[in-house]
């Protein structure tokens, strides 16, 4: 299998995983209190939060990655303030590519989130609220257990997304292999050089695979918890 | 043990404006639709505030507008059961069972679970989801839930509206066998004047908004005296 790509490919391939993994997991608390927000509170400046969830589906990707580079850039205020209390430094780094794939796929993830918490019974939570159980209680014991299938969902999706973003990551941490050259900036290097193509084509289908897989894997686990969820 | 009950709430076309008291005992809220009992309900049980009112439940104070007191449902302790059942469809009956029982403070005196599996039957029931029950039996359940948060009052908004006659009937003596045996008052919103004679102590009727009528209903000399008496009367619609 370790023969079938060669160490360099494969190390893009692992960077991907990698990166999406941060990027799904380090997101999911807040995609999980936006999503919330969205749909359950009601609060000054919510539409401008619902704009800016959603701002990196509509910007092209080049926009998003510089705007990063901007602000989280070693000489942008995020990005010097981070390295001057915390010695965090994103840009250039595999960690900037998890939070460029991360900021991509947070509208993914809110939207899956947000629409399954909608579909919570509020009746249900205020049953619960009768019980004795206070506001993060309820979230914890009734609503985030039936909302379960569209956070796995959600993860599922901003994962496959993380895996495949491309634009805003070449923009704010490059393309340096073995540092930051995820599966498709390895596909794009490999298709500017003569006699990459053969390369190329291996890492497309891996890509593929991780798609495919991740699809899969989304509906059977919503099935599942569905399922269980319901009672059934 | 009573719940006091003085409420003026106004909506679009609607103005309510009531007082009344609910002894130990079931106290029945008849009425129309419309007449206001869902508010009253949720002004109770602390879903929704009213303009401005008063409700004390076992000498604790849980709404007074006047001095700006206003607990939150889930402090409140008013043991709810809807017309819905509202069972929590992720948990088996035995969690839904003892769901409000954990969040209730230790100290208080309470039924214990193996009492209310007991006094409501439901001991069969216990690793079933509220997907695998009957009608008759998530009421059962959601009766049993009620009563295990150690609740300072019970409130039953239309329990069993949704069934029939047949799983009416299998509910109904074990709602006498609550009224009779826990001690709280229970406030009883139904439209259904069969159940409300069959289970009532205090009738408590509204109409547009206003108590038109409230009494207590003495059932053992309503058993020797067939004749109308006041609440029946008001029940005979």
Not at chain 1, 13 to 33: D, E, Y
Not at chain 1, 71 to 84: E, W
Not at chain 1, 176 to 200: F, H
Request: some cysteine.
């Amino acid at each position: 299998m370790t023969g079938w790509l060669t160490p360099a490919e494969w190390q893009a391939v692992l960077l991907s995983l990698r990166v999406a993994t941060w990027a799904t997991l380090a997101s999911l608390p807040l995609g999980l209190l936006v999503a919330y927000a969205l749909a359950r509170w009601d609060f000054p400046g919510k539409g401008l939060l619902n704009g800016l969830v959603h701002l990196p589906l509509i910007l092209p990707p080049v926009v998003t990655g510089y705007l990063l580079l901007v602000a989280f850039g070693t000489r942008g205020p995020v990005g010097g303030f981070l390295r001057d209390c915390c010695g965090i430094v994103l840009a250039f780094r595999w960690t900037g590519a998890a939070l460029a794939a991360a900021v991509m796929a947070f509208p993914l993830m809110v939207r899956a989130i947000r629409l399954s918490i909608e579909s919570v019974d509020g009746r249900l939570e205020a049953a619960a609220g009768t019980l004795g159980a206070s506001p993060p209680w309820v979230f914890l014991t009734v609503t985030l257990p039936l909302c379960l299938p569209g956070v796995v969902a959600g993860a599922i999706l901003a994962f496959a997304k993380a895996m495949g973003e491309f634009g805003a990551t070449i923009t704010f941490v490059s393309s340096i292999p073995g540092q930051t050259q995820t599966l498709p900036s390895a596909i794009y290097a490999q298709l500017q050089v003569p006699g990459g193509g053969e390369a190329a084509t291996r890492l497309v289908l891996v890509a593929i695979a991780v798609a495919m897989g991740a699809l899969a894997l989304s509906e059977w686990v919503g099935r599942r918890v569905g399922a269980w969820v319901a009672g059934r | 043990m009573t719940l006091l009950v003085r409420l003026s709430h106004a909506f679009a076309g609607f103005a309510l404006d009531v007082a009344f008291e609910a002894p130990p005992g079931l106290t029945a809220l008849v009425g129309p639709s419309g007449a206001g009992k869902t508010t009253v309900v949720g002004a109770v049980a602390g879903l929704l505030r009213p303009r401005a009112g008063r409700v004390v439940a076992a000498g604790v104070t849980l709404l007074d507008t006047d001095r700006g007191v206003w607990v939150p449902p889930h402090r409140r302790r008013v043991g709810c059961v809807f017309q819905e059942g509202r069972l929590f469809p992720h948990l088996t009956v035995r969690q839904n069972l003892l769901y409000g029982r954990w969040f209730a403070p230790r100290a208080e005196p309470g039924p214990l679970p193996g009492e209310v599996v007991d006094l409501l039957g439901l001991a069969p029931l216990l690793a079933r989801r509220p997907a695998a029950l009957s009608g008759g039996e998530r009421q059962r359940v959601a009766l049993g839930r009620a009563l295990l948060a150690r609740p300072r009052l019970l409130l039953m908004d239309e329990p069993l509206a949704s069934l029939d006659e047949a799983r009416k009937a299998e509910v109904l003596p074990y709602i006498e066998r609550l009224r009779d045996r826990s001690g709280l008052p229970i406030l009883y919103v139904s439209h259904a004047s069969a159940e409300v004679e069959r289970l009532a102590t205090t009738v408590v009727r509204l109409e547009g908004g206003r108590v038109a009528a409230a009494a207590r209903e003495d059932r053992t000399l309503r058993r020797n005296r067939p004749g109308p008496d006041f609440a029946g009367q008001s029940l005979s619609r």
